[in-house]
């Protein structure tokens, strides 16, 4: 179990233990009750926040121990203008990579899917709406953004994915019940690029992404920008990256690789 996970369910006994505690002795002084309160909304709020906590939703953000080569993923496309550029340059360099695709965007560029499936890339789900509140989202809601992404993906591709990353990458225990019951894997990331700003600089992103290669390494970069409003810092990043990782003989794989690997080394 996750260190985080442990974390927030000590903390929460700790304020369950201090309810019962007012309720069957006496008020405990004001001091001690706005601390809990502070230091509990802190850890929640750092679980929804920061993916790779894993305190609310199990998730795969690197590979196994014994993992070989580099996950590249993009978020936030298919984007007719760029995602065709970001397929170009993985298959000069013989990279394969996974796309979090919206699904609003899927649907309307529906042969974009099937070009990322046709070249040998895995595909996922980034949600369908994108909505940048989706913590703040009841169950019944979060189901119907993520099922309805996936029902578009499976009619597009005639397959059904199983990765999901969430929106903003933000979880909470309602959205880990929703992708528990649909089956779904979570993925999430080692190195972030930081290159989705509309001010990231290209150069910047390739230097912080190199170092962070490494086997294991699931990096996040875009191929389109969330509303289509500029061009993402990858295209500019995404050379300096693949020769980055060729000169560290570092292969581009799939997440699907690491999540399979994973599986079978809880399995043994």
Known sequence: MPPARILFYVATFGALALVA??????????????????????????????????????????????????????????????????????????????????????????ELVREIVARGHALGSHGHAHPRAFAMLGTS???ADIERSLVVLEKITGRRTTLFRPPIGHTNPRIAKVVDELGL???????????????????????RVARGLEDGAIVLLHDAAERETHTPASLGALPRILEAMRARNLDGVVVTDFVESSRAEEAA
């Open 185 to 207: 894997t979570v993925v999430g990331w080692s190195v972030r690029a930081l290159d989705g700003l509309a001010t990231a600089d290209p150069a910047k992103v390739a230097a």
């Open 141 to 143: 809601a979060v189901r």
């Open 21 to 110: 505690r007012s309720l069957l002795i006496g008020p405990v002084p004001a001091w001690i009750t706005l601390s809990m309160l502070v230091a509990y909304t802190a850890i929640v709020f750092a679980g929804v926040l920061f993916l790779r906590l894993r305190m609310f939703v199990d998730a795969v953000c690197q590979g196994p121990d014994d993992a070989r080569g580099v996950a590249l993923t993009f978020d936030d496309g298919p984007s007719p203008e760029h995602t065709p550029k970001v397929l170009d340059l993985l298959d000069r360099a013989n990279v394969k990579a996974t796309f979090f695709v919206i699904g609003k965007k899927a649907e309307a560029h529906p």
